[in-house]
């Protein structure tokens, strides 16, 4: 198998729906070789707001990472904030985690919030704003990148330039950040059929790959099911991406 493991859970720490143990049981029950869980930090959540909150969840965490016969990943789930690449994390919070994800959220001003009307121009702020955020180092793995279907304008995988594509990815690649095949990507593309859409997000991993970018995945688990990741594996074998390139959960322990 080319990745068994889940990098991308929410508990009910932020809006998932079981507590850390269970999702950690579930890990374990499946037979998973690593579990992060890596429940939201944005403006608004009650891990960002509740003073002191941070700390439980990380106890908590680490209290399952010592029972549990998986490895467990202390994470989050930050946001971006501008086409500056500012996001939800500061250093000391970086500090105490194992993984850091970033997503494109309802934060994300230029992008999701308070999009330009002109596709052209949404586009140019995708690409602006994932090569700005490429070099910001408080965070490792680029969740569900170009998750941008249920916009106004909907942008499909195949409005995205090659050359954007290309140039992104090199940004990626020269800071060594992780591009997220998140299981349910397509949970964001409501008008696709999941076939085109696949090719067209093939496509995209394939472009990434090319340039030497790495990949990890994750089911994103709100409520879907924890190691739920065979449409990203799918696409990864599909892209041709080769299993060198898909990153080693353990990888994160050694990061400072
Ligand atoms: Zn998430």
């Not at 086409?83 to 000391?92: T, V």
């Not at 995988?157 to 095949?181: C, T, Y």
Request: aromatic share 8%; net charge negative; charged share 25%.
């Amino acid at each position: 198998m080319m990745a068994n493991y889940d990098l991308h859970t929410h508990t009910t720490f932020s809006d998932g729906a079981h507590t850390v143990d269970i999702t950690v049981k579930f890990a374990e029950a499946m037979g998973l070789e690593a579990v992060a869980i890596t429940d939201h930090l944005t403006p608004g959540t009650r891990l960002y707001e509740e003073e002191g909150l941070l700390d439980i969840y990380l106890k908590e965490v680490e209290r399952a990472s010592k029972w549990a016969d998986v490895l467990v990943l202390k994470g989050a789930e930050a946001t971006i904030l501008d086409l500056e690449g500012h996001i939800s994390m500061d250093d000391e919070t970086f500090s105490k985690l194992d993984v850091v994800l970033v997503d494109l959220g309802g934060h994300s001003r230029g992008i999701i919030r308070d999009p330009p009307k002109s596709r052209s121009k949404l586009l140019a702020n995708v690409t602006k704003c994932v090569v700005e955020v490429a070099s910001n180092p408080l965070f490792h793995v680029l969740a569900h990148p170009f998750s941008l279907g249920r916009l106004p304008e909907p942008i499909e995988p195949s409005h995205i330039p090659q050359e954007d594509l290309r140039e992104m990815a090199q940004a990626m690649r020269e800071n060594g950040k992780v591009f997220e095949v998140m299981n349910c990507t397509f949970w964001w593309f409501p008008r696709m059929e999941v076939k085109r859409f696949t090719e067209q997000y093939v496509d995209i991993v394939r472009t990434f790959a090319q340039e030497g970018v790495s990949f990890s995945v994750g089911s994103d688990d709100h409520r879907t099911g924890v190691g739920n990741i065979g449409w990203s594996l799918r696409v990864l074998r599909e892209a041709e991406v080769t299993p060198e390139q898909i990153v080693d959960p353990k990888a994160f322990l050694d990061r400072t």
